[in-house]
């Protein structure tokens, strides 16, 4: 990797965790989703400060060219990063669904006990 790219990759680092904390600090994204981000930012960096250790693991696994490797390693960041959404998004599902039945039930118990007092 060239000195340039090098650097410049840094700097994209740089803005990536200026953007991650700018949006914890807005309150746009929550602290316990912020560490996979976190997570993925910090790997891409060392990746990128220590080139050879990059090209090293892809060797280690088998993969013949450093492109292919590149690109599984961000198929399988999206991978785990859906993963952990579609999660999220599973439990939120199951909170509004108990809240809305909640809801109607305590909106029931209310109609019921001002049929009494008419």
């Known amino acids: 990797m060239s000195t340039t790219l090098q650097l410049f990759m840094i700097c994209a ?3 990536y965790f200026v953007l991650i904390f700018t949006f914890l600090k807005k309150k746009t994204l929550s602290l316990k989703y912020t560490f996979l981000w976190l997570f993925a930012g910090i790997v891409m960096l060392i990746f990128t400060i220590f080139p050879m250790l990059f090209v090293n ?4 696994c ?14 399988f960041f999206i991978i785990i990063i859906l993963m ?9 599902t199951d909170r509004i669904r108990t ?4 809801n ?3 909106e ?3 109609r019921e006990l001002e049929e ?3």
């Open 13 to 15: 680092e740089v803005l």
């Open 116 to 118: 009494k007092d008419k």
């Open 62 to 75: 088998g993969v013949t060219s450093i492109m292919n490797g590149l690109f599984a390693l961000c198929i």
């Open 99 to 102: 809240l809305t039945q909640e």
């Open 57 to 60: 693991l892809i060797k280690l």
């Open 84 to 92: 952990s959404l579609t999660s999220i998004v599973s439990k939120q």
């Open 104 to 106: 109607a039930i305590l």
């Open 108 to 110: 029931k118990r209310l």
